[in-house]
C-alpha cells in the first residue's frame, strides 16, 4: 500500500522558536496533502489542505500566519509552526491524496510539545 | 454542516465477544464513509472504506461495516474481538464535491478485558 513518512515524530521546542513538519509520501505523487491536528483525547481537526504548487486553504479558525504550510513537489509537504507557544502543543498527523484518488493515506504524526 | 457522531466514548468487551461500533454522519451529498484505528501516539490506519455499491464492506483484521442511508449510519462490526484490537476508532466522512477533505468522529476507545 501507499506509504506516508511523517518526521520529526516527536519535537520538543522553546516558547517562542518555529519548528518545521515533514511529510513525504514514498511511492505515490500526492497531488494533494491535507493537515489535521488532534488534542489530546479529541478527534482530528482539518487544519488546512494544499495541492502542489498551489496556496494552502486553511480551515476556518485557522492562523495561515502561524500554521505555514508548503507544497512544493509532488511528494513533499511541510508544515512550519512559527513563535510556537504551549497551547499548541499537539498532535498532528498529515495525510497524501494522489491524482483523483479518494483515498488519503496518514502518516504517523508528530507530537508537538512547546515548553 | 457535515457531521460524525460516535455516541460512545468507550466501550469495553471481553476478548472473543461480538462488538459494534456506532456511527452517524450528517452529509449534504453521497458521502464516502471510513473507519479508522489509532494506537495510542501513532498514525491511522485505515480499517475499511465505503464509496458506493455494496452496503456491508469487509476490512483488514476481520473487521467489516454496513453503511445504512436510511438510518444515516456505518456501524463498525467484529464478529470475535481480540486483546490485540484494543486501541481507538474514528469513522470519518468525505465527499468529492470536498476535495475528499475527511470530518471525523470524536472516536471510540475500545478496551479488551480477557
Known amino acids: 500500500g501507499a506509504v506516508v513518512s511523517q518526521h520529526p515524530s516527536r519535537v520538543i521546542c522553546k516558547s517562542g522558536t518555529s519548528v518545521k513538519i515533514e511529510c513525504r509520501s514514498l511511492?505515490?505523487?500526492?497531488?494533494?496533502m491535507f493537515w489535521y491536528r488532534q488534542f489530546p483525547k479529541q478527534s482530528l481537526m482539518l487544519m488546512a489542505t494544499?495541492?502542489?504548487?498551489?496556496?494552502?486553504?486553511?480551515e476556518q479558525g485557522v492562523e495561515k500566519d502561524k500554521f505555514l504550510i508548503n507544497h512544493a513537489s509532488l511528494t513533499l509537504s511541510t508544515l512550519t509552526v512559527t513563535s510556537a507557544h504551549p497551547e499548541d502543543s499537539s498532535f498532528y498527523i498529515c495525510?497524501?491524496?494522489?491524482?483523483?484518488?479518494?483515498?488519503?493515506?496518514f502518516g504517523q504524526g508528530t507530537r508537538l510539545t512547546v515548553v | 454542516a457535515q457531521s460524525v457522531t460516535q455516541p460512545d466514548i468507550h466501550i469495553t468487551v471481553s476478548e472473543g465477544a461480538s462488538l459494534e461500533l456506532r456511527c452517524n454522519y450528517s452529509?449534504?451529498?453521497?458521502?464516502?464513509l471510513f473507519w479508522y484505528v489509532q494506537s495510542p501516539g501513532q498514525g491511522l490506519q485505515l480499517l475499511l472504506k465505503y464509496f458506493s455499491g455494496d452496503t456491508l464492506v469487509q476490512g483488514i483484521k476481520g473487521f467489516e461495516a454496513e453503511f445504512k442511508r436510511s438510518q444515516s449510519s456505518f456501524n463498525l462490526r467484529k464478529p470475535s474481538v481480540h486483546w490485540s484490537d484494543a486501541a481507538e476508532y474514528f469513522c470519518a466522512v468525505g465527499a468529492a464535491l470536498d476535495g475528499n477533505k475527511l470530518v471525523f468522529g470524536a472516536g471510540t476507545i475500545l478496551r479488551v478485558k480477557s
Open positions: 494544499s495541492n502542489e504548487g498551489s496556496k494552502a486553504t486553511y
Open positions: 495525510s497524501a491524496r494522489a491524482g483523483y484518488s479518494t483515498e488519503a493515506f
Open positions: 452529509y449534504g451529498a453521497t458521502p464516502y
Open positions: 511511492d505515490f505523487q500526492a497531488t494533494t
